[in-house]
């Protein structure tokens, strides 16, 4: 199995560390519990970032977002939702996702340049996607396999270390 075979790798590269006297053993142990670990604390950022969104555009509109997302299920744009107040949701969804960007130059994921392409076009961007017809998706229960398999090979040969 090409999975086993990926974490019989991390394995020996790990012990082959040690052994070198590279790492010690509670290094090794403290890098395969990051990386099992690393998926989780990704989905709560994830998650943490969403809610945050929606805190947003709920506080931006005063509309609950509950109400957002039945509104949006029966075809309305978030611009009608919004009313009078798309101009101002159309501004602090701008600042949003440039803060994020911003954020990701700080941190180094993104280049400045990389930066400056997601930011041209981001206002007209934000602003067709708030005038669109977006069905909110009916959210599905998955399973562990089905979870498992959208998880990025690195994550689950991380998981699968820590279960050997």
């Known amino acids: 199995m090409l999975f086993r075979s990926a974490v019989d790798g991390v394995a020996a590269v790990l012990a082959d560390l040690v052994k070198a006297g590279t790492i010690t053993q509670a290094q090794s142990d403290a890098i395969s519990k990051a990386l099992v670990n690393a998926p989780a604390a990704a989905q709560a950022a994830a998650e943490a970032q969403k809610a945050a969104h929606e805190k947003l555009i709920a506080d931006t509109t005063g509309v609950a977002w509950a109400d957002i997302q039945t509104r949006l299920q029966a075809g309305e744009t978030l611009g009608a939702i919004a009313g009078a107040k798309k101009d101002a949701l159309i501004a602090a969804l701008v600042k949003e996702a440039t ?66």
């Open 99 to 164: 803060d994020r960007i911003d954020a990701a130059v700080a941190a180094g994921r993104v280049t400045a340049e990389q930066a400056t392409q997601q930011k041209t076009g981001l206002a007209e961007r934000i602003t067709a996607d708030v005038s669109s017809v977006h069905k909110a998706p009916v959210a599905k229960k998955r399973s562990e396999e089905h979870t498992s398999e959208l998880q990025s090979r690195l994550h689950l040969v991380c998981r699968l270390l820590l279960e050997k």
